[in-house]
């Protein structure tokens, strides 16, 4: 099918390119407020952003009103909240589903347990609960930031080291590995975020970064395809595209996998369980686990 080339209201984030081909645009209904994005693949770097992008205001507005209380957008259930996602109920199955991109990603939790870690995006600090519930780290290791919010105040009641992004330049510490889990598709400008984020690693440091992938599903499931969240998922990075990006900071990819077939509804679970596995082997998942070293 023959696309029409664009030139974009805004530049790529990714490589500052100005053309694109149109995807789509969503709606979504927040208290009765309405948002909408409109999706573009970039023509340089084969990414997908929202055109124009929202501006860091209206972000900041968007994640400090109540965000813990809106609805999760592409997951089997459509009534599902963030609180009820990042409550202990699905604690079971976050925590799995960290372990199975840990191991992707081929860290044994014995490689884990002497490493200091920042989780950047720590949310309500899932993780930073997975590494000292799960796998026994000690607690005084593991730092997270994240922007003001009510999920960041429940961390900082859990532990003093948890950072809001205004006190990222406060962190007074080197790390071993910093983890993304789900947040670089969320940051506006990444380019200087992630330039920030290196200057915390240690000088064999590395980053785990889980996020969407940009590719053949995207491609072949359009608006189905879970990913194309109004306002929060912002960049939709190719594979090439975030390699690319990493090597620029002088971040080497050792691994990368993907995974799920962005398979949701009324599916019989031997199917489901088939189809995920196919996307797994060949690495065309809805979902890549990379993992970068220092060089």
Not at 68 to 80: C, K, L, Q, Y
Not at 139 to 157: F, P, R, T, V
Request: charged fraction near 25%; proline fraction near 2%.
């Amino acid at each position: 099918m023959s696309r029409t080339l664009i030139r974009s209201n805004d530049e790529c984030q990714i490589c500052n390119h100005s053309f694109s081909y149109e995807i789509l645009t969503k709606t979504k209904e927040i208290s009765g407020k309405f948002f909408q994005s409109t999706w573009v693949e970039c023509a340089n770097c084969g990414s997908a952003h929202i055109d124009p992008y929202p501006t860091e205001d209206n972000l900041l507005k968007y994640y400090s009103s109540g965000y813990i209380d809106m609805d999760f957008a592409g997951t089997t259930d459509h009534h599902s909240s963030h609180k009820l996602h990042y409550s202990d109920r699905y604690e079971d199955i976050v925590f799995e589903n960290y372990g199975y991109s840990i191991q992707d990603a081929g860290y044994s939790i014995e490689d884990l347990k002497n490493l200091k870690i920042l989780d950047y995006g720590c949310a309500n600090g899932i993780f930073y609960k997975y590494l000292t519930h799960v796998c026994g780290l000690n607690h005084n290791n593991i730092y997270g930031i994240d922007i003001d919010s009510d999920m960041l105040e429940a961390c900082q009641k859990m532990s003093q080291n948890f950072y809001s992004t205004k006190q990222l330049r406060d962190i007074n510490e080197k790390f071993d590995l910093i983890t993304l889990w789900n947040v670089i598709e969320h940051i506006y400008k990444p380019e200087p975020a992630l330039k920030e984020i290196i200057n915390l690693l240690q000088d064999n440091g590395e980053i785990l970064i889980e996020t969407p992938m940009y590719g053949l599903l995207a491609n072949k499931l359009r608006e189905e395809w879970s990913h194309y969240i109004v306002v929060e998922h912002i960049n939709l990075f190719s594979r090439d595209a975030l390699i690319n990006m990493f090597d620029k900071f002088g971040m080497k990819c050792i691994s990368a996998s993907s995974f799920g077939a962005n398979l949701f509804g009324e599916i019989q679970p031997r199917v489901k369980s088939a189809l995920d596995q196919i996307a797994k082997k060949l690495d065309f998942g809805a979902t890549q686990v990379l993992r970068f070293k220092k060089y």
